[in-house]
């Protein structure tokens, strides 16, 4: 049985990126065993574990994970569809532009947590306010990144669809929306990224769900272990929702230079290469 | 078949690129616009392919008058090749075309065997060589078979060998298809191999200096020894200064669609004209 050579590239990478982690919690839990941190602020590994298996097998861990995921992904959709919506008009009329864009900016500007008194008062403590301030966090990366891909599309690829006498609607669709995708998706990661911070301000602002609310009671009820398993807990699934976008990203963008890894970027091809290459 | 008369044009700032420009193309002619940098031979080609506009004077194609929009018999190979990266080869060459994506195919594995890329279609345009790349943009603008194929400076990015393998592919497309090629350089040997008639351009903003009509049977050849006196005179007229330019071109600008120096005598067998 053989391994195709970007399989065994994938695992060797995976297991130089464990290393670390794997020995600072090592390390971690000896100290701890030791005695070195006191374990009522910092508690070991196993008991972290401990205490999140309990609440795995009771199940209110899947119910504290899943409302945040919700939240989070509700609020990534809506922040992302209308900074793809806005960052799209405002890069293709100019007009727009002036009328918007300088209001869109200084409210940019505006620290996110300032919004959660306003959001309370309107909405309540309930899901629509935090769904909504995460939804703010995340629209401002999307827009404008969607807005500098659309606006900075290369003309001279533009003058080739000219050239073709391609209708208005047929350059946006054939080259201005490829050619700015490598820079929408840098903004839906960083507005991914933002979405998770927002999640947890929305959280501590007073939730009866998620983990948010964990790390609240694990700090009202000192409990440590609660604390720090939440984190490590965000780190996680951050990595995985990056995941995610990334994979999708290299799927729709692997023509992209980012992605220049020539020697497994060559799909198979009838004949010799090297015999059929007269302009090399 | 194309004709240009008394075209000017005037950048946005004020800046004048050429002015009462006038040649005429007849079909199947390799017409070089032969000029230095700076006298606006590249706009005048964007004028005529009709992705800027001229101030006043005419462009007509076939006898009649190129309104605003690009003409459907025109096509254009850049300086550069501007393939869309996201787009494998065979959908880069197709990409003009209104087809059900097999005829599409079909029509891009073509063109692109006479080219010399078969087997690259799924190939993207990172993957490609600058000489490769060239070649994708000149069977993507052949795909749709134009009758006038603009060139703007073609093979000017790319190495002197790449550079002549290519030139000599131009010449092998157009003596299957005939097809008309006004061609910018600022190459005189380009000029001289690949043109049966060069349109030297001269001065800021730039003007018709001389239209060179080559000698027949003198086209088309590397041996430049043999086109040494017809050079010489291309020299001559780019060394002239603004002032005598002037004069000249208020002789020669009205007629000037025909060609006013026709250099069709026959070329002494021993040519000894130094400092070339």
Known sequence: ?280 | MLEIRELTKVFKNGKVAFEDISFRVGPGDIVGILGPSGCGKSTLLRVIAGLEQAESGVVSFYGQQAGSQIQDAVGVIFQEPRLMPWLPVSDNVSFGLQASRKTRHQEASAILEKVGLRGYELFYPRQLSGGMAQRVAIARALVASPDILLLDEPFSALDAFTRMQLQDLLLEIWAENRCTLPLVTHDIDEALYLCNTIVVMQGQPGRVAEVVTLPADRLHTRDLESLADVKKSIFNILKLQGASLASRQSRTAPQSTGSSLTVSEPIPSNTTSGGM
Request: charged fraction near 15%; aromatic fraction near 10%; hydrophobic fraction near 50%.
């Open chain 1, 1 to 280: 049985m053989s391994v195709s050579p970007s399989a065994r590239r994938l695992v060797q990478r995976v297991l130089v990126g464990i290393v670390i982690p794997v020995v600072v919690v090592v390390l971690w839990q000896i100290l701890c065993q030791r005695g070195v941190f006191p374990s009522d602020l910092l508690p070991a590994p196993s008991a972290i574990c401990q205490a999140f298996l309990a609440m795995g097998s009771n199940g209110t861990l899947w119910a504290d994970v899943d409302a945040t995921c919700v939240r989070l992904v509700l609020g990534f959709v809506f922040g992302a569809l209308a900074g793809l919506v806005l960052g799209a008009l405002v890069g293709f009329f100019e007009t727009l532009e002036w009328l918007i864009d300088p209001m869109i900016q200084s409210v940019r500007s505006v620290p996110s947590l300032a919004w959660v008194p306003l959001f309370i008062l309107w909405m309540g403590i309930g899901e629509g306010s935090k769904i909504t301030l995460i939804a703010v966090g995340v629209f401002f990366p999307v827009y404008l990144a969607t807005m500098n891909g659309i606006r900075y599309v290369d003309r001279k690829l533009l003058e080739v669809g000219q050239v073709f006498r391609f209708p208005r609607w047929k350059l946006i669709w054939r080259i201005t929306i490829p050619s700015s995708l490598p820079a929408i998706f840098t903004g839906l990661r960083a507005g991914l990224g933002l979405g998770w911070m927002f999640v947890v301000a929305a959280e501590l602002m007073g939730a009866s769900q998620g983990l948010g609310y964990l790390l609240e009671t694990g700090q009202n009820t000192y409990a440590p272990e609660l604390i720090v398993g939440s984190i490590v807990l965000f780190a996680i699934l951050g990595k995985v929702s990056d995941g995610i976008l990334r994979v999708l990203e290299r799927r729709l963008l692997h023509w992209h230079d980012s992605f220049g890894n020539r020697e497994t970027g060559w799909p198979q091809t009838r004949g010799s290469l090297d015999t059929q290459a007269p302009g090399h």
